[in-house]
């Protein structure tokens, strides 16, 4: 069976500060692995995904998430954090069927 | 751009009523999704369809069904609504074949009176 964990419900950041957050899974064969934002009331919008190859991939927003298999994790950076980054953040799982998706991380910006 | 549409963003209906919501997409995906978001639990899925006329059960389907009578479509219903079904709704579209992303509507609030 596969799974994902978020270990963090919320985190609290300062606006310009580095964020990271962290995503485990468990999964039998090599995951394609995803990161989502989700603002308010709004779907889910994808910000990066790793399929293979490069183990550090870039997205959307100044978002990059390293996959590091040794340690079954896939964790989201952003070097500076911006006031608009406050959001919902869902790590998933899946290949070519159903996705599995974490419990979501929500990211508070303080001024 | 990929377009996943919900027919509804805030539904309001009483109990017992029978509920439809409906998902279209325009990328010709196989695969269609209904997943249920609650805080606390994140998005978990109530079907699947891989095909037209095609479904499997997520892990809640319970109280749920659904149809996809033409690829582009598929419908969530909820045959007799109960207040704990009163949730956010997300339909997404995926490819089956290639791996990639889920591309997700907006959403349905759903809640029950």
């Known amino acids: 069976a596969q799974s994902v964990t978020q270990p963090d419900i919320h985190i609290t950041v300062s606006e310009g500060a580095s964020l990271e957050l962290r995503c485990n899974y468990s999964?039998?064969?090599?995951?394609?692995l995803f990161w989502y934002v989700q603002s308010p009331g709004q779907g889910l919008q994808l910000l990066l995904k790793?399929?293979?190859?490069?183990?550090l991939v870039q997205g959307i927003k100044g978002f990059e998430a390293e996959f590091k298999r040794s340690q079954s994790s896939f964790n989201l950076r952003k070097p500076s954090v911006h006031w608009s980054d406050a959001a919902e953040y869902f790590c998933?799982?899946?290949?070519?069927?159903?996705?599995?998706f974490g419990k979501g991380t929500m990211l508070l910006v303080s001024p | 751009d990929v377009k996943v549409t919900q027919s509804s963003r805030y539904l309001v209906k009483r109990t017992g009523e029978k509920v439809f919501l409906e998902c279209v997409q325009d990328?010709?995906?196989?695969?269609m999704f209904w997943y249920r978001q609650d805080p606390g639990l994140g998005l978990r899925l109530i079907y699947f369809?891989?095909?037209?006329?095609?479904?499997e059960k997520g892990d809640i389907p319970e109280g749920y069904s659904v149809s996809r009578e033409k690829k582009e479509r598929f419908s969530l219903i909820l045959e007799s609504a109960s207040t704990n079904q009163t949730s956010m709704y997300l339909c997404?579209?995926?490819?089956?074949?290639?791996?990639?992303?889920?591309?997700f509507g907006q959403g349905t609030r759903l809640t029950v009176v």
């Open positions: 369809s891989y095909d037209v006329k095609m479904k």
């Open positions: 998933a799982l899946g290949r070519y069927s159903t996705l599995t």
């Open positions: 990328m010709d995906h196989e695969n």
């Open positions: 999964y039998g064969a090599t995951p394609y």
């Open positions: 790793y399929f293979s190859g490069d183990t």
């Open positions: 997404a579209s995926r490819w089956s074949d290639r791996g990639t992303e889920a591309f």
